[in-house]
T-cell receptor
Framework: NAGVTQTPKFRILKIGQSMTLQCTQD?????MYWYRQDPGMGLKLIYYSVGAGITDKGEVPNGYNVSRSTTEDFPLRLELAAPSQTSVYFCASSTRLLTGGSILPDEQYFGPGTRLTVT | GENVEQHPSTLSVQEGDSAVIKCTYS??????FPWYKQELGKGPQLIID?????GEKKDQRIAVTLNKTAKHFSLHITETQPEDSAVYFCAASPLRDDKIIFGKGTRLHILP
């Protein structure tokens, strides 16, 4: 298993340009997430998905869009890049444990990240 | 919603000594508490997790304790080694929530 893969690794955008950050997982996980990590800071949730065709906003969704047409792929779209979107972007996936009739959260597997600079 | 506070933000420890990182959470319904380690230039990776039905869990030099009454949990690393230098994140997952909420991270330096 390759796990969670992200492309590209690095990208420089000019203000106003658009781009799509790709994320693919091969673990058949239903749950997928996009985070951004600013220098020296923690992880902020942008969008997440609990399955194909279902997406929801996280803590900082403005300026981003997502889609989930398949279980494997969860691309993140930046329509009008702004300097405030300079960050490292991480995609993650997870599953749920079914134990004793309860559905429990489980480990999130992270991709290697995409470093984006908007100038 | 859930809020996770993590302390300290930076911790320097002599090699061989122990390191302790503490977190508090606000939502008493949270029942899953993972800890992630992030090395430079990489994505976070789970190192240990604990669920609300236990108070302590150990894995070699790493242990996590959970106090549900006080709503805090801690990461303990014993006999620290240079490769323990990294950023550590705690997190909490409320029951029936599809997200986990991360703390702001602790940068751990192991001094030679």
């Amino acid at each position: 298993n390759a796990g969670v893969t992200q492309t590209p690794k690095f990208r420089i955008l000019k203000i106003g340009q658009s781009m799509t950050l790709q994320c693919t997982q091969d673990m058949n996980h239903n749950y997928m997430y996009w985070y951004r990590q600013d220098p020296g800071m923690g992880l902020k949730l942008i969008y997440y998905s609990v399955g194909a065709g279902i997406t929801d906003k996280g803590e900082v969704p403005n300026g981003y869009n997502v889609s989930r047409s398949t279980t494997e792929d969860f691309p993140l779209r930046l329509e009008l890049a702004a300097p405030s979107q300079t960050s490292v972007y991480f995609c993650a996936s997870s599953t749920r444990l079914l134990t004793g009739g309860s559905i429990l959260p489980d480990e999130q597997y992270f991709g290697p990240g995409t470093r984006l600079t908007v100038t | 919603g859930e809020n996770v506070e993590q302390h300290p933000s930076t911790l320097s420890v002599q090699e061989g000594d122990s390191a302790v990182i503490k977190c508090t959470y606000s939502d008493s319904a949270s029942n899953y508490f993972p800890w992630y380690k992030q090395e430079l230039g990489k994505g976070p990776q789970l190192i240990i997790d604990i669920r609300s039905n236990v108070g302590e869990k150990k894995d070699q030099r790493i242990a996590v304790t959970l106090n549900k009454t006080a709503k805090h949990f801690s990461l303990h690393i014993t006999e620290t080694q240079p490769e323990d230098s990294a950023v550590y994140f705690c997190a909490a997952s409320p029951l029936r929530d599809d997200k986990i909420i991360f703390g702001k991270g602790t940068r751990l330096h192991i001094l030679p």
